[in-house]
């Protein structure tokens, strides 16, 4: 999954007073759990200073999403100013094996409370959301519009078993640019705060 044309999507307000969500899918594929992460999202922001958004899932034959994860970035890459989170599907609930055909990425608001006393966990919780060893602790405002580049899945995606060779189905990629923009009505916006660099040129 990503953004053409080296653009971004700009979830929600600087003032943390509106949440937008953004949903992306494989067309139909798969991405099943494996060991470790499965999923990375990388968010472009300035060093030092990440932008909170948390994932939900789709289980595979499911139509409700789960609630709404929110981690630490693990990293930040200087070259592409780009923080790193990782997401493991088991946090969902999932199984070894179990699949998910799409997710959701919403920006935090500043209201948002989550379920771990370390500052990150499932949103519903009572604790304050931190930037972990990324940031500076706590988010102030003008931290809660997550400009979001990428969701990177790290194993091939599947085709579904009951699906035949007939359909229209993409073939099997970590790295996936299958995003319906205009059916969930979110603009792509160039990088306000800086320039933006290489964005093909991701390592974790």
């Known amino acids: 999954m990503g953004i053409s044309g080296n653009k971004l999507v700009e979830l929600g307000n600087s003032t943390g007073t509106a949440r937008s969500i953004l949903q992306l899918d494989w067309g139909g594929a798969l991405l099943r759990n494996r060991a470790g992460n499965d999923l990375v999202v990388y968010e472009s922001g300035n060093a030092g200073a990440p932008e909170a ?17 929110y981690r630490f970035s693990t990293s930040y890459n200087a070259d592409t100013d780009l ?12 199984g070894e094996g179990d699949a998910i055909d ?5 920006n935090l608001i500043g209201t948002d409370r989550v379920t771990g006393a370390d500052g990150q966990g499932f949103l519903g919780g009572q604790f ?21 580049a990428y969701a990177v899945g790290l194993h091939d995606v599947v ?46």
């Open 83 to 94: 923080f790193a989170t990782g997401f493991d599907l088991s946090d969902f609930g999932l």
């Open 128 to 148: 304050a959301p931190t930037t972990g060893q990324q940031g500076g602790g706590a988010y102030s405002s003008g931290r809660f519009d997550a400009d979001i």
């Open 53 to 69: 958004f948390a994932l939900a899932v789709r289980r595979q034959g499911q139509t409700d999403f789960t609630n709404f994860l």
């Open 159 to 204: 085709r579904p078993v009951s699906q035949t060779p007939a359909q229209s189905v993409p073939e099997p990629t970590s790295i996936l640019g299958l995003l319906a923009f205009a059916g969930i009505g979110v603009n792509s916006v160039r990088k306000r705060k800086q320039q933006q660099k290489a964005l093909d040129a991701i390592n974790l």
């Open 102 to 106: 799409a997710i959701q990425i919403a």
